[in-house]
């Protein structure tokens, strides 16, 4: 999977329960490489920016809501700041994406982790991470 984090300003990909360490960054590079070399169709991106839109606009648990209201106010999120964010996602364009995407979805940038199960230690070795026990 992958996600956006504007709190941290990150975007991660994920996996879980891959057993493929080298092959999931494989996968993960190879996507960005699809959307760099695909010509996109207006409506599948419009259909991205409303399944953020919807992610955005979904309703959380009383807990869930709770939580999220404090991290906005302690991040300064008012509801101005909120709205002023989901009019600027709904403006979005192709060309946004390929900009974002060849300005920071660079390898030298990156930073990358795994947890993982011992069976794959080897695999992790071979890519250069350091192992440290949990």
Known sequence: GASQDSANGAFKFYSYRDPRVAGTFKDFDR???WFKSTDHESDAIEQAILGVISSIDKPGSPAGEAKQAFHNEIQGRTAKWRNEFRH???QVSLS???RVANTYFD???ASYGVL???E???E???LGFEIKEL
């Open 107 to 109: 390898e030298s940038k």
């Open 88 to 90: 600027r996602v709904l």
């Open 116 to 118: 993982l199960q011992n």
């Open 120 to 122: 794959n230690k080897q």
């Open 96 to 98: 946004d994406l390929e």
């Open 124 to 126: 992790a070795l071979d």
């Open 31 to 33: 996507s960005i490489d």
